[in-house]
């Protein structure tokens, strides 16, 4: 059973920065593709970055230049960097990984962006 948790969600003023901590039950090599999407009130579920086991990274247009995905510091951590956050960027954050032909999604963290 793979399992994804996330981590580093809370309340930031405008311009201010977090990151999120994603935490699989396996290592992140084990994916082709780990990844972050958020889902603000009323609004679809988007695509914020994804990270394949290439080290190929794809953003967002609204995130780029603000927000970077990385490899954690351990093997099963991949991280989220946000920065210069904007109202806009409040949402639940969730984290995904793709592993022969499955999705498997954390069950998210908040982000509130709010002076």
């Known amino acids: 059973q793979v399992q994804l948790v996330e981590s580093g969600g809370g309340l930031v003023q405008p311009g201010g920065s977090l990151r999120l901590t994603c935490t699989a039950s396996?290592?992140?090599?084990?994916?082709?593709?780990m990844g972050w999407y958020r889902q603000a009130p009323g609004k679809q579920r988007e695509l914020v970055a994804t990270l394949t086991t290439a080290v190929t990274t794809n953003y967002a247009d609204s995130v780029k230049g603000r927000f970077t995905i990385s490899r954690g510091n351990a093997k099963n951590t991949v991280y989220l960097q946000m920065n210069s956050l904007k109202p806009d960027d409040t949402a639940v954050y969730y984290c995904?990984?793709?592993?022969?032909?499955?999705?498997?999604w954390g069950r998210g963290t908040q982000v509130t962006v709010s002076s």
């Open positions: 396996r290592s992140i090599f084990d994916f082709y593709v």
């Open positions: 995904t990984g793709g592993r022969f032909g499955n999705d498997y």
